[in-house]
């Protein structure tokens, strides 16, 4: 079974912190892919990067940054300096094809709130 | 970027009305899906499906339909709205579990 445990379910940080979203997922399948999604309170849920299972290279852009550890089988996100308008639901999902499926697993969200 | 639209963004009718939420998608993905999320909670997937004549249901029970005439849209209805249906509807597509899915922007759908 395919599972995205995002245990984090409000983070608040100041103005200027470091935040980590943890994202900790299970599956059988050899080959996956992992996402992160951004959702502000306009609703629309915004794509912010994609990894493979291949590929454990840690990634960043701009203040942000992944953490891919097929050992532990996480896939944290860190926003550096974070700002307000970084407060958003952010999404952990996980896809695979595992018995010819093609579902996208989400988490259950991590609410970060940013405070001036 | 998203060529994936879902018309109304807002729906407010009465109980036992007959609803249909229209999402299109213009990118050729044969991959679409419909999650329900209450305002900022998790996403539970409804509907899936993998092309015309495809449509399958997802891993939360849902008392809505979807049909898939057309490779380009993925129509979800509610014979008889109730209360307890009202939440925020996305549709999302994709063109396999290797890329990202795209979102449409959602239709909120209160049902008094």
């Known amino acids: 079974a395919q599972k995205v445990t995002q245990a984090q379910t409000e983070i608040s940080v100041v103005e200027k912190e470091d935040v980590t979203l943890d994202c900790v997922y299970e599956?059988?399948?050899?080959?996956?892919?992992l996402f992160w999604y951004k959702q502000p309170p306009s609703g629309e849920l915004v794509f912010l990067i994609r990894r493979n299972s291949f590929d454990e290279q840690n990634e960043i852009s701009g203040r942000y940054s992944w953490n891919f550890q097929k050992s532990t089988s996480s896939f944290n996100f860190t926003i550096t300096a974070s700002q307000v308008v970084d407060s958003a639901v952010y999404f952990c999902a996980l896809s695979g094809t595992t018995s010819g499926t093609y579902k996208y697993i989400f988490g259950t969200g991590t609410r970060l709130k940013v405070l001036a | 970027e998203a060529d994936i639209y879902q018309t109304p963004r807002y729906l407010v009718i009465g109980t036992g009305k007959k609803i249909t939420l229209e999402c299109s998608q213009t990118?050729?993905?044969?991959?679409m899906y419909w999650y329900q999320q209450d305002p900022g909670m998790e996403l539970h997937l409804i509907h899936y499906s993998y092309g015309v004549n495809s449509t399958e249901k997802g891993d939360l029970s849902s008392e809505s339909t979807v049909s898939r005439i057309r490779t380009e849209h993925f129509p979800l209805t509610l014979e008889s709205a109730r209360p307890s249906h009202t939440s925020q509807y996305l549709c999302?597509?994709?063109?396999?579990?290797?890329?990202?899915?795209?979102f449409g922007s959602g239709t909120q759908l209160s049902v008094l």
């Open positions: 999302a597509s994709s063109v396999g579990p290797r890329e990202k899915l795209f």
């Open positions: 599956t059988r399948d050899t080959t996956y892919y």
């Open positions: 990118m050729g993905h044969d991959k």
